[in-house]
């Protein structure tokens, strides 16, 4: 059996996912999308929102209109439930036809139950009109509170995931719900795989964008239960191998590689960039501990005064390593990084450029220092970003 070291894993994770070696603008963002085969989605947006700055991680300064366009334009991608709320290619549609009927199968799905001829309602509004908004429909909500949901957003969203509607697109963050037998490409559209072929797949693809992965990240990466893992694994085309300092008290540990993960060392150069607290590459915070040794989570939800690194702190990534996190906003043209929290001295020029490249992006003109570790460092790190 192989034995890969910690650092030649933690290269074929990167390289896996696309933050090692020459970036594929070629392929640009879809050709990213297919890689990863899913980006989450989240409301947050603070230097920009989730799903944009994975493609910016990875391929640098890509225009957030063809970000945009690149997921929803054209039918090439579609909103669904895979480790979250995801923007997935098109092409992995039958792929999740094993979760839609999981969801037929449920008495209840996002709430209450709703009569038939509201469901009924619903997708005939959507034939005739074409695709709708949730208040296109007639209104997502009963009350103000945002958790108060209408009958005909609960009918649209059990639709949604069952698959007689999808949504391939988003208007001012508002989903936008097609039927799917008119949105999605006519040969998926009819494609019905088995459970078991779904989940095959599924997970050598998850094998692939991970690079080496524990069973609990492949479970992690679509979200699925261990039996349906199990019942897959051993024929999904992935490979057994140990890791050191992956098992019990920094002993090999059992994971599993893409084969052609194997095939080559890692080599290239390595992405000096932020990275999303939702980004595939850490959004696992067990193996983010595992490979990098950060201790990260999102802590936009814990009371001001229980943060530590901030609101939405993004980790920062240089030389294939995790170094520390900055917490941004922005205030007009102004990028302002209002804690940075930073490993060593020696990785500020890494954290000026990234601050740099990154308030180019948004376009900011300037950044602005808030909080420092050592107040030492503020008068380097202000002449590095000039």
Do not use: N
Request: proline share 6%; aromatic share 8%; charged share 25%.
């Amino acid at each position: 059996m192989t034995v890969l070291g910690a650092d030649d894993a933690r290269r074929i994770a990167l390289r896996a996912q696309g933050l090692l070696g020459a970036p594929d603008r070629r392929g640009g963002v879809r050709g990213m999308l297919r890689r990863l085969g899913s980006v989450q989605l989240d409301t947050i947006s603070v230097l920009a929102r989730s799903h944009e700055l994975v493609p910016y991680a990875r391929l640098g300064a890509v225009g957030r209109p063809a970000v945009e366009a690149a997921y929803w334009g054209s039918g090439s991608g579609f909103e669904y439930w895979s480790h979250a709320a995801c923007v997935l290619p098109v092409e992995e549609w039958p792929l999740f036809a094993f979760r839609r009927r999981g969801y037929r199968a449920k008495a209840h799905v996002w709430g209450k139950q709703v009569d038939a001829a509201t469901y009924r309602t619903v997708l005939d509004k959507l034939r005739a009109e074409g695709p709708l908004t949730s208040t296109e429909l007639g209104g997502a909500k009963k009350t103000a509170e945002w958790w108060d949901w209408s009958d005909t957003k609960i009918a649209v969203e059990r639709a949604l995931a069952f698959g007689d509607v999808v949504c391939t697109e988003r208007r001012s963050w508002k989903r936008v719900y097609a039927l799917a037998e008119q949105a999605v490409p006519a040969e998926l559209f009819a494609a019905e795989p088995t459970d078991e072929e779904c989940l095959r797949t599924l997970v050598a693809q998850s094998g692939a964008a991970l690079g080496v992965a524990t069973r609990a990240d492949l479970l992690d990466y679509h979200r699925l239960r261990a039996d349906q893992l199990d019942a897959v694994l051993p024929d999904s085309g992935l490979v057994p191998v140990q890791v050191a300092g992956w098992g019990p008290d920094g002993s090999p540990g059992a994971a599993w590689a893409d084969p052609g993960a194997l095939a080559a060392a890692p080599r290239g150069r390595h992405r000096t960039t932020l990275l999303s607290p939702f980004d595939s590459l850490i959004w696992d915070r067990p193996r983010t501990e595992r490979i990098f040794g950060m201790l990260h989570r999102l802590e936009a939800y814990t009371p001001k005064h229980k943060r530590v690194h901030g609101y939405f702190a993004m980790p920062l990534l240089t030389g294939g390593r995790l170094v520390g996190r900055v917490d941004p906003a922005r205030e007009g043209r102004t990028l302002v990084a209002r804690q940075i929290s930073l490993d060593s001295p020696r990785h500020l020029e890494a954290l000026a450029g990234a601050l740099r490249e990154a308030a180019s992006w948004v376009g900011c003109d300037g950044v602005r220092i808030g909080t420092l570790p050592d107040e030492a460092l503020r008068p380097p790190l202000e002449r590095l970003l000039g």
